[in-house]
């Protein structure tokens, strides 16, 4: 291509194309180029370094983009003047590689993507300051141009006056993966990608709401300019407690739904689920029932449980074969008889109540007495039959079985109807987030009601002793205290997660809590508030997104492992599920880690954004390469030799992959790096070690020994 005189581009040349394999170029470096750094009219221009970008004319007013991916020299033989082969002084060349990234037409933004692909020889440019700023500055399109704006995060390293700015959308309403060994700069990246968010163009991002999982307790200071309503004190703090802006937070157990109770108590499947499933219930419904309903609820117990028994004959009698069936199937009718007689009890016990609970057990009796009717013909007809025969049923059998269900069933469902909603009960399961007594787990009698309603009930006895003394224990340790303290009511919790109105980021500061008491908070947590985001109304669920800044993640968001423990497993499932779904809901994510294999791939593998710090080990970078698309793996190489808080921007967000050095948040969060020589220093505070075992023994004083 003809170089054209008014842009100077023939100024700008530094070498000429010589291959082109689908997104990737090689250039060779014009020899009269000694220096990495080239003086051209306004500017010096950084030639060969990796991460720099040159530009490729493809046709008029088109300039293809490539980014610098690698070097390299060799030695060439070039003939002599007499065109002889005799052996010249090397000549050496150097030789760019580069990836290509996208397209610049003339005055309009950043494409990215490329459609016509440069040719051998076609000259590379070195981009000029406006070049420069179109590429490295993202600049919102129609028709989102008054919806989204460009963030600035900091200046590239490599064009030291160049400012980097992204889509501000795109980073925060995306999952964004911030990775890189310890002292990298993750923190402190956080820290400015926040303070720049909420200050950007003075107070209009007011309504802003990031929730911090702050697992070292760093951001108490970083954001307290940014949370104006709730200013964090930097107290000090006890072992074994959480803090949400300064003051101390309880997450009781329950707060927690079933499957979350099962993972914490470790209850096994078979024989203990049930069981907890059947006195977490118990203690909610004693929660909401007032007292003088009480009795309606435990005729609803009755009515389910010869429901389920009901469920369980109609599944015997469509089964032809076997004699287990048969033994069940016989079992099961003479638990039904025995929760019917339950019934008739229940309904004989004349409690004073009100009139029109009164009439509904009335009804229930004359349902049920109904029901027993036929339960008592089935009796009779099964006692004129060979019932160990029930494997070679007669059909007449059969029909009269599937009849006596048919019968039944309905019955049994609209007496339970009636009695919810007439007695004015609430449907309450295990799951529903009601207040209960947390010590109310320990109840003998709530166990032994629970394990009453099953069958082989000697047996359970003995599974459950197991999950009792768990229970006991769990109940009693102070690592656990967070899940077991606390009075406030549901919606006074979720409120406290979520901040006051003006609290554009809630630092939930879990620095004291034990190792393994940790992910079971982050799970709950992470629940919450994607559970909180999704009952929004439909249609407004993306009104006033909120992020959630995982930090640490590495900690409680682990790839799926056989051995893994089980609160491991649910803040796993859980943040992969907001990492997943999170997005339809107005909820995102900032995952800051430092080893890409030590976080779920499922979380990785959903981030639209990546900020890469210096990673040194090699297994971790190959590993990470696997996540990133095929164009910007070269780029990985570079990752070693990175300074703090200097990053490698990926992603949706940016309009190519871009070298940051990324802006110092001002305050920075509280995570310097120790500074032996100057802390060493005669004058200087020693390291508590009173304080520090003194609270080390108060944690193990009665708890956990
Ligand atoms: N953008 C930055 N500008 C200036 N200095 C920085 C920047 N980022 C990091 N640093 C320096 O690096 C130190 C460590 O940074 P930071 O605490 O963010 O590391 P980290 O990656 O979060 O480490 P860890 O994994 O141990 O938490 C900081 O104390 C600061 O001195
Ligand atoms: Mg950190």
Redesign the pocket.
């Known amino acids: 291509m003809a170089p054209t005189a008014d842009t100077g581009r023939d100024e700008r040349e530094v070498g000429r194309v010589t291959s082109v394999s689908s997104y990737r170029l090689t250039v060779l470096l014009d020899p009269r180029i000694r220096s990495q750094v080239r003086a051209y009219p306004q500017r010096l221009g950084v030639v060969t370094q990796i991460g720099g970008y040159l530009l490729f004319p493809v046709a008029p007013g088109d300039l293809a983009v490539g980014i610098i991916v690698g070097a390299s020299e060799d030695e060439s033989i070039e003939p002599d003047a007499e065109r002889g082969m005799t052996l010249q002084l090397g000549l050496a060349r150097r030789i760019l590689r580069l990836n290509l990234l996208g397209q610049l037409f003339e005055d309009r933004s950043f494409v990215p993507g490329v459609s016509i692909y440069p040719t051998l020889d076609t000259p590379a440019l070195l981009p000029t300051e406006d070049e420069l700023k179109r590429i490295l500055e993202f600049r919102p399109q129609e028709p989102e141009k008054d919806e989204d704006t460009a963030l600035p995060v900091?200046v590239s390293p490599i064009y030291l006056r160049q400012e980097v700015t992204v889509s501000y959308n795109d980073l925060l309403s995306r999952p964004l993966g911030i990775i890189?060994?310890?002292?990298?700069?993750?923190?402190?990246?956080v820290a400015?990608f926040l303070q720049g968010a909420c200050r950007l163009e003075g107070a209009k991002a007011s309504q802003a709401k990031f929730i911090i999982l702050d697992i070292?307790g760093?951001y108490g200071k970083a954001s307290r300019s940014l949370s104006s309503a709730e200013p964090i004190e930097e107290t000090s703090k006890d072992l074994n407690r959480v803090y949400i802006n300064g003051s101390p937070f309880f997450l009781p157990l329950w707060t927690f739904n079933l499957t979350e109770l099962i993972a914490f108590f470790e209850a096994s499947q078979a024989s203990q689920v049930p069981v907890l499933e059947r006195v977490i219930t118990s203690l909610r419904e004693e929660a909401v029932d007032p007292e003088p309903v009480r009795d309606l609820r435990r005729l609803i117990h009755v009515v389910d449980q010869c429901l389920e028994c009901l469920g369980s004959l109609s599944a015997y009698a469509a089964e032809q074969q076997g004699t287990a069936v048969a033994d069940n199937a016989s079992e099961v009718l003479s638990y039904l008889l025995q929760h019917a007689s339950g019934l008739e009890e229940l309904a004989n016990k004349r409690v004073h109540l009100p009139e029109k609970i009164k009439q509904i057990k009335a009804e229930g009796e004359a349902i049920y007495s109904a029901g027993l009717k036929t339960v008592d013909e089935y009796r009779r007809m099964r006692s004129s039959k060979d019932w160990t025969n029930f494997n070679r049923m007669e059909p007449n059998v059969s029909k009269a079985v599937r009849k006596f269900i048919e019968d039944l069933e309905p019955k049994f469902h609209r007496l339970r109807q009636d009695v919810m909603t007439k007695g004015g009960l609430r449907e309450v399961t295990a799951d529903s987030p009601v207040k209960f007594d947390v010590r109310g787990l320990e109840q003998d009698a709530l166990f032994h009601i629970a394990i009453s309603r099953f069958r082989g009930q000697e047996r359970i006895q003995e599974y459950v002793a197991t999950l009792r003394l768990r229970i006991h224990r769990q109940l009693s340790d102070k690592r656990w205290s967070v899940f077991i303290q606390g009075s406030e009511d549901f919606e006074t919790i979720i409120g406290r997660v979520c901040g006051s109105d003006d609290a554009r980021v809630v630092v939930i500061d879990c620095s004291m809590m034990a190792y393994d008491a940790l992910p079971f908070f982050c799970a709950v947590l992470g629940r919450f508030v994607l559970d909180l985001r999704a009952h929004g109304k439909a249609g407004e669920r993306t009104v006033q997104p909120f992020v959630l800044v995982l930090e640490?993640a590495h900690n409680y968001l682990r790839p799926r492992r056989e051995d893994e423990s089980a609160g491991v497993q649910l803040s796993r499932e859980a943040f992969e599920r907001i990492a997943k779904e999170g997005r339809k809901f107005g909820l995102s994510l900032i995952i800051?880690s430092?080893r890409p294999s030590d976080v779920s791939a499922t979380v990785l593998s959903q981030c639209a954004n990546f900020l890469v710090?210096r990673i040194q080990n090699p297994d971790d970078i190959d590993y990470f390469k696997k996540i990133l698309p095929t164009g910007s793996r070269d780029l990985l190489d570079q990752l070693p030799i990175l300074a703090?808080?200097d990053g490698l921007l990926i992603g949706s967000a940016v309009n190519v992959p871009a070298r940051v050095?990324?802006?110092?948040?001002n305050p920075?969060?509280s995570?310097?790096?120790p500074k032996p020589w100057q802390a060493w220093q005669k004058d200087k505070q020693k390291f508590g070690l009173k304080e520090s075992i003194s609270s080390w023994l108060q944690d193990h004083g009665d708890g956990s020994s």
């Open positions: 900091g890189g060994n310890t002292g990298s700069g993750k923190s402190y990246s400015s070292n760093e640490e800051a430092q710090h703090p808080g050095q990324i802006k110092k948040p920075a969060p995570s310097a790096t």
